[in-house]
């Protein structure tokens, strides 16, 4: 597809279940993100990738979340023993990368997590 | 912390101009200005972006102060499907890999 694709779209889970939510980015894109956006709120930054290596993973809440991208292309964020308050949307951006600055970011539809 | 100060509402009327505000006094000689909407459950749309010089699209068009300490995002002739949070964004060069920092945005309300 020409955008960054989340799946799965909509995802209930139980209070203590283990979630694994993918984003396959845009084809070529050196740069991925992930944001998490609780309702009525802007994007929170989670944590970003450059190829396969993690950079900054300042974002993540806690050390029950985990991502990966372990080819440089498609990437999952796993939240362990979830929790009512990780309910949010997760969103996936992807962006080329350039020496000079000034990409631009391109998000996909995000997945709904609800954990009740 | 967003960089950014922005209005949390406006509104616009249907097929006129929006003109959408924004501050970024502490802008680095690095960053870029970025503009991005939100339409309600969709993920975050790319407008506009530019580093000094006024910039224009098939979606918009971006004007930066001089000093860069201010910008303001036209919709030359907005419509309903224009209502959105629209969110303005400083960011630096690649080389550092940094994040985009969403702020609160300004809920933009075309009327018909």
């Known amino acids: 597809g020409a955008g960054v694709s989340q799946s799965p779209r909509y995802k209930v889970a139980k209070r203590g279940q283990d979630v694994a939510l993918r984003c396959d980015p845009i084809s070529g894109h050196v740069s991925l993100f992930w944001y998490q956006q609780a309702l009525g709120q802007g994007p929170e930054f989670l944590t970003y990738f450059q190829n396969e290596a993690q950079l900054d993973k300042s974002g993540l809440p806690s050390d029950r979340f985990f991502a990966e991208r372990p080819e440089g292309s498609v990437s999952t964020l796993k939240i362990q023993r979830t929790q009512q308050e990780d309910s949010a949307v997760y969103l996936c951006a992807s962006s080329l990368w350039s020496i000079y600055g000034g990409t631009e970011a391109f998000f996909g539809q995000g997945t709904r997590l609800t954990v009740v | ?101 969403f702020g609160p945005g300004t809920r933009l309300s075309v009327l018909p």
């Not at chain 2, 068009?61 to 907005?78: F, G, M, Y």
């Open chain 2, 1 to 101: 912390d967003a960089k950014t100060t922005q209005p949390p509402s406006m509104d616009c009327a249907e097929g006129r101009a929006a003109n959408l505000p924004c501050n970024h006094s502490t802008i680095s000689g690095n960053e870029y200005v970025y503009w991005y909407r939100q339409i309600h459950s969709q993920g975050p749309q790319y407008i506009i972006h530019g580093l000094k010089n006024n910039e224009t699209n098939e979606m918009a068009s971006l004007i930066i102060t001089e000093d860069r300490k201010s910008s303001t995002l036209i919709l030359p002739h907005a419509t309903l499907r224009d209502t959105a949070v629209y969110y303005c964004i400083v960011r630096a060069d690649d080389n550092y890999g940094q994040n985009f920092v």
